[in-house]
């Protein structure tokens, strides 16, 4: 987890070595990312892709240029500009198999399967993700098969998928790998919803908002509560869900915002809280 974040002044400095400097934004922006300062984040990943366009891969493998694309995705959605963060995501993937780099390839499909369930869209999801977790067979790639496998699971729903994703998060934690960790939870607690399993989906969702709080990864914690709110009645559900959109307005994030009001909305037909 990135712990960069002060203020948008305070971006390390790198002098006139752009690839360094297009490192520093990138890193200066995933912090911020985790922290919810997502206008913040597409401006910095905006930076770092332009100054590391056509540098050379990192230590680990990847174009900068490619992961800085590919993860400002996720919070110009949460910003509620989907048609953007799909041309984003899509042009990450075109620069990857452009430059012909496995693993460049592999991230690039790894955010843009995020960006699929982000959006909703389960048949982009599946196709995304088949190609993702062949090339991580095929070249041995480990952590972002695991994001594969837990994506796919969501797609694919039910117990297989409820399987699916707790496998995944096994995996991960067995590589130390805790990024991204509340959000992968909440895959599980809503898939949980689905099976009908609602008091394991209520301690996943309870465990998903501890790990978010504690390692300041509370970007996608607005959904986290809401989901969380789904499984309550009354004045508690309007608790949660109150407290998701207020979260999710100080992030600026539109998208989540969106949901809270419409559950919002949906309580208020039921009638009032008890």
């Known amino acids: ?19 360094l400097a297009g490192q520093a934004h990138f890193a200066f922006a995933g912090s911020a990312t985790s922290l919810g300062k997502f206008e913040v984040a597409v401006k910095h990943f905006d930076i770092a892709s332009t100054l590391s366009t056509g540098a050379p891969a990192l230590v680990l493998g990847i174009r900068p240029e490619v992961h800085a694309l590919a993860w400002s995705a996720h919070p110009t959605w949460l910003l509620g500009m989907e048609d953007d963060a799909l041309a984003r995501s899509a042009r990450a993937v075109q620069r990857a198999r452009r430059v012909d780099q496995p693993y460049s390839l592999v991230v690039s499909l ?9 959006r909703g869209d389960v048949d982009a999801l599946k196709q995304t993700v088949a190609e993702l977790r062949a090339l991580c067979r095929r070249h041995e790639f480990a952590y972002y098969g695991e994001w594969g496998l837990i994506l796919d699971g969501w797609g694919t729903g039910g117990a297989r998928g409820a399987s699916q994703i707790r496998l995944g998060i096994s995996s991960l934690r067995a590589q130390g790998a805790y990024a991204r960790m509340a959000y992968w939870l909440s895959l599980l607690g809503e898939t ?53 959109l207020a979260l999710a307005d100080s992030q600026a994030a539109a998208a989540l915002a969106a949901r809270c009001e419409a559950d919002l909305a949906t309580l208020g037909v039921r009638g009032a809280p008890s």
Do not use: K
Not at 110 to 118: E, N, R
Not at 207 to 223: M, S, T
Not at 226 to 243: D, F, T, V
């Open 192 to 244: 949980l919803i689905g099976c009908g399993e609602r008091e394991e989906a209520r301690a996943v969702l309870d465990a998903a908002q501890v790990e978010a709080e504690q390692h300041d990864d509370v970007w996608w914690l607005p959904e986290i509560l809401r989901q969380r709110a789904s499984l309550e009645q009354g004045s508690r559900a309007y608790a949660l869900l109150n407290e998701g």
């Open 110 to 118: 790894a955010y843009a399967a995020i960006t699929d369930q982000l």
């Open 1 to 19: 987890m990135f712990r960069l974040w002060r203020s948008p002044s305070t971006v390390p400095n790198v002098g006139d070595d752009l690839n």
